[in-house]
């Protein structure tokens, strides 16, 4: 079982960044992923990002790729989303999740962080 806890939320420009984080704990295994979705009001959930922690495997969906990145701190089990030059279009709750295998679907994942919210404004 994997404990997620969100954090890093907030408001910013049009053009500016924002890191967001995403501490782990409890049970896990070297091989897990890990994947960032969003979900903004009246849309469904929507793929972001995601990564295979040991070996640093990604896929970014094609809205953020270029301009999102997923740094990550293994002493703190800790995984970031790095987020510049962000757009009105990327304001959304954001989530962090968890799952044997690296997936781009929220069936893929089996633990989630509780969200928090993203707003850019123009």
């Known amino acids: 079982q994997v404990q997620l806890v969100e954090s890093g939320g907030g408001l910013v420009q049009a053009g500016g960044s924002l890191r967001l984080s995403c501490a782990t704990s409890?049970?896990?295994?070297?091989?897990?992923?890990m994947g960032w979705f969003r979900q903004a009001p009246g849309k469904e959930r929507e793929f972001v990002a995601s990564?295979?922690?040991?070996?640093?495997?990604?896929f970014y969906a094609d809205s953020v790729k270029g301009r999102f990145t997923m740094p990550r701190d293994n002493a703190k089990n800790t995984l970031y989303l790095q987020m510049n030059s962000l757009k009105p279009d990327d304001t959304a709750v954001y989530y962090c999740?968890?799952?044997?295998?690296?997936?781009?679907?929220?069936?893929?994942?089996?633990?989630w962080g509780q969200g928090t919210q993203v707003t850019v404004s123009s």
């Open positions: 409890g049970r896990t295994s070297s091989s897990y992923a």
């Open positions: 990564i295979r922690w040991n070996s640093g495997s990604s």
């Open positions: 999740a968890a799952g044997p295998t690296l997936g781009t679907t929220p069936q893929d994942f089996t633990s």
